[in-house]
C-alpha cells in the first residue's frame, strides 16, 4: 500500500486530471481550499471554501491556471505518517487580467484511508494572492489595540 505522502504527492503531480485525481481519491473526499466558508473571498476567487468530489480539486486547480499565469510551484517538505500528509512549500502566480505577481508560501494537508485520500486542505497567503486581483482603491486595517491603521 502506497504510503500517506505518496498519495498527497501524486494528486499535487496532476491535479487538473480528473481521472488521476479520482484514482487517489475516495468518491466523496472533502475539499477545503482557503477556509471553510467566506463568500466575500469566494466573490474574488469562486473555487474557496469546503466541497466534495474529485471534480472539486480539479476544478480549482484548472481556475487557477485561468486566473493566474503559474511561474513556480515549489515543494520544500513532504512528510507523513499512516493516515496523514502535509507537504509545504512556495509559488508565484501572476494575474492574468493585471499582471501583479505573487509569491506565497504553502500548506497542504492530507488524510488517507484505504490507500486513497479522503481528505484535502490547501492554505496560502490569501491576503497576498486575493491582492493580486486589487484593481483599485484602498483598503484600510485596524487591527493595532493601540489604534494604529494600515492602508494598502
Not at 58 to 83: C, I, M, N, Q
Not at 118 to 124: T, W
Request: proline share 3%; hydrophobic share 40%.
Amino acid at each position: 500500500m502506497r504510503r500517506s505522502s505518496d498519495i498527497l504527492a501524486a494528486i499535487l503531480d496532476n491535479p487538473t486530471d480528473l481521472a488521476h485525481v479520482r484514482s487517489l481519491t475516495s468518491d466523496d473526499v472533502t475539499y477545503v481550499s482557503l477556509n471553510f466558508d467566506h463568500p466575500d473571498l469566494r466573490r474574488i476567487m469562486p473555487w474557496c471554501g469546503t466541497s466534495r468530489g474529485a471534480e472539486s480539486i480539479v476544478k480549482t486547480f484548472v481556475d487557477v491556471s485561468r486566473y493566474w499565469e503559474v511561474l513556480s510551484f515549489e515543494r520544500d517538505a513532504l512528510f507523513g505518517e499512516e493516515g496523514c500528509a502535509a507537504l509545504f512549500g512556495r509559488f508565484t502566480y501572476r494575474s492574468r487580467v493585471l499582471g501583479k505577481t505573487v509569491t506565497s508560501p504553502f500548506a497542504v494537508f492530507a488524510k488517507v484511508r484505504e490507500g486513497r485520500c479522503y481528505y484535502l486542505q490547501f492554505m496560502e497567503d490569501t491576503l497576498a494572492t486575493s491582492a493580486s486581483f486589487r484593481s483599485d482603491g484602498a483598503w484600510t486595517f485596524r487591527s493595532d489595540p493601540n489604534g494604529e491603521t494600515v492602508t494598502f
